[in-house]
């Protein structure tokens, strides 16, 4: 919002009426409007004001280099202003009848002023327009610095507000996003419990199953364990008659005839022991030992396959018990990251209180300026008069029914 009728003053610049209308000319769309009602309030203006209204804001746009401070606009865009009013004439016939009014004169203009519209469009005196009185200058003006507080606060207040509502939206929706991934989470993590807990019922059953097998194994086990002792021990018996034979054969054979015959002897005595008992006792044990084996053998079977099952089952509780923790760690994050939401949200609503808070200083600003233009209201013209309360009126829109806002309804 621009600052209001920032350089009106009671009397227009000039030395003639040409000169008064040129200064006019370059004022803003809206003290071009301004002055204009006050000149013919009582003539049209109170009737035509809400038009005037649409006018301006019809410039505004058009404007789109200089907006609110512009004060005229190109050919093209004059011909859209009046299109858009449903007038006929073409700009280069409007500016034929102000030269016959002697309103310009002179070389072609580029640009086109609201004010050369409005005096063509209502076809009233311009003389008596440029030297129309526009009331106490010091009153108006300080009806214009309130407005331009007014303005400021609902700039304030806008800006604020919707900057809060954006980081409230935005906050709100991480909370919920982050809540879902809580609740998510949480999920995981309890399922991964479960997980956890029944592979670990499956170890425990697992390892009773190896200890049971182990305990059904373990005479048997025992009994072949003694039966191969026993075998080793004959076997090594075995083994020392061979390598002593083997010895002296090789000793009867080498070195003097005596250790020769010596050897030979020793030889003949050690071969007349009968091997018989040891072979026997051999014969019997390794016939024990497959027995004991066979027996055995369904047993050690059943013992390494619930060792297999074990390990297994140890394994997956490895893992379970991975995979719970790093569920557990995702829910802690997923909690840290929700409370985080959380505050952000918090942070996001006292912002938005902060915005209400601004919203209320300019209510109250607005107030201030309602109150001192019902005050001055008598002692202002009504053209201006109109413009400062219809410019209040609209800022009241910016507020809540329940604050003294208005509803918004179209420009005629």
């Known amino acids: 919002l621009c600052s209001c009728l920032n350089k009106m003053t009671n009397v227009l610049n ?229 390598s002593r034979t083997a010895e002296l054969n090789k000793k009867s054979t080498e070195g003097g005839v005596v250790q020769q015959n010596k050897a030979k002897a020793e030889l003949a005595q050690h071969l007349a022991q009968d091997p018989l008992p040891l072979s026997r006792a051999k014969i019997t044990l390794e016939a024990a030992n497959k027995k004991a084996e066979k027996a055995r053998a369904p047993f050690e079977a059943a013992t390494k396959e619930a060792e297999a099952a074990r390990a297994v089952a140890s394994e997956a509780a490895r893992e379970a018990a991975t995979a719970r923790k790093a569920a557990e760690e995702a829910a802690a994050q997923a909690s840290e990251a929700r409370k985080g939401a959380e505050r952000a949200r918090e942070k996001s609503e006292e912002a938005a209180r902060a915005a209400a808070a601004a919203l209320d200083d300019a209510r109250k600003s607005l107030e201030d300026a309602e109150a001192y233009l019902e005050e001055v209201k008598a002692r202002i013209p009504h053209g201006t008069q109109w413009w400062l309360e219809k410019t209040l009126q609209e800022k009241r829109k910016y507020l809540p029914k329940s604050k003294g806002g208005v509803e918004t309804r179209s420009v005629v």
């Open 14 to 242: 000039g030395s003639n009426d040409t000169e008064k209308l040129k200064d006019l000319s370059t004022r803003t769309y809206k003290e071009q409007a301004i002055w204009f009602l006050n000149a013919f309030w009582e003539k049209f203006g109170q009737q035509e004001a809400d038009k005037f209204w649409g006018f301006v804001n019809l410039m505004v746009t058009l404007d789109t280099e200089k907006r609110e401070e512009g004060n005229a606009v190109d050919e093209l865009n004059a011909h859209r202003f009046l299109e858009k009013n449903n007038e006929t004439l073409t700009v280069s016939e409007m500016r034929e009848n102000l030269r016959s009014t002697g309103a310009i004169s002179g070389a072609s203009v580029k640009l086109v002023p609201l004010i050369h519209i409005l005096v063509f469009k209502y076809k009233v005196d311009w003389k008596y327009l440029v030297n129309a009185p526009q009331g106490s200058k010091e009153e108006i003006q300080k009806a214009e610095s309130l407005l331009d507080e007014v303005s400021r606060a609902f700039q304030e207040s806008e800006a604020k507000a919707a900057e809060a509502s954006a980081a409230l939206k935005d906050a709100q929706a991480q909370e919920s996003e982050a809540k879902k991934r809580e609740a998510e989470a949480q999920r995981a993590a309890t399922e991964a419990t479960r997980r956890d807990e029944e592979a670990r019922q499956r170890e425990d059953e697992a390892l009773k199953r190896e200890a049971a097998a182990r305990e059904a194994e373990a005479p048997f086990k025992a009994a072949q364990e003694e039966v191969n002792r026993a075998l080793n021990d004959v076997r090594s018996q075995e083994e020392a008659r061979d």
